[in-house]
């Protein structure tokens, strides 16, 4: 999958010679955390945080009067607190590249850049949850099963065939042989809901024929129950 298929283009950023001020007032009011910082030509030239914003804020111990304050806040620019030394990626490139380099770079997000160096959009940890769930296709079917397979042809569907053979339809394949044992690959296969008399007898039947590591059933009605309440 695409970074541009995900990757939110309606972007909240500022110019570099907008004020400190004016940045913190557009983070506060849109609940984020970092705006990306462009020229005039729309280039991408930086990224601000809100740690970056606290930082250069004055000190609460501060003996300025409100009036100092906020002069202050408004003379202090954006391209004088920014980052300059950009992690981003590109539309064409895939979402799993921009999780590698949030990941290898501690960060939350991501600019989108076009080949110009325009900024076109942004991805967040938050669009490869989606693109996890989509992939896993959760929503959709609530059961998985996980086994440790031989690496050879064929083993992936003999084990599909026998959750196929009891009713359970297919809704997606994983595999990985990154933590598997030389030799096996670990394949996760989740399929929609079944009886749970059915599911029983189904399972029994993997046991015997498969190495399995786990099944497991995800509840979605629990999603609702466990919501963060905000009061």
Do not use: H
């Amino acid at each position: 999958m695409l970074v541009q298929g995900w990757m939110t283009t309606d972007v909240i950023s500022v110019e570099e010679e907008s004020s400190m001020m004016k940045a913190s007032i557009i983070m506060k009011e849109k609940k984020i955390r970092c705006l990306p910082v462009v020229n005039a030509k729309d280039e991408l030239v930086g990224i601000v945080s809100d740690r970056d914003l606290r930082d250069a804020a004055p000190s609460k111990a501060t003996t300025l009067d409100v009036y100092e304050l906020n002069y202050l806040l408004s003379s202090i620019k954006i391209k004088d607190l920014m980052t300059t030394n950009l992690v981003y990626v590109r539309p064409d490139e895939t979402v799993e590249f921009a999780a590698i380099l949030m990941l290898e770079n501690k960060i939350s997000s991501l600019p989108v850049i076009n080949d110009k160096g325009a900024l076109v959009g942004i991805i967040t940890q938050t669009d490869i949850f989606k693109v996890l769930i989509n992939i896993a296709g959760v929503y959709t079917g609530g059961i998985q099963f996980a086994f440790s397979l031989e690496d050879r042809p064929g083993s992936l569907r003999e084990a599909a065939n026998v959750i196929r053979s009891y009713g359970g339809r297919i809704v997606s394949i994983l595999s990985t042989r990154e933590m598997a044992e030389a030799g096996r690959r670990n394949v996760y296969i989740r399929s929609s809901p079944l009886p749970d008399d059915q599911l029983r007898i189904l399972v029994k039947e993997l046991e015997k024929k498969f190495v399995m590591l786990y099944t497991s059933e995800d509840l979605l009605d629990e999603v609702e129950n466990r919501r963060v309440r905000v009061p």
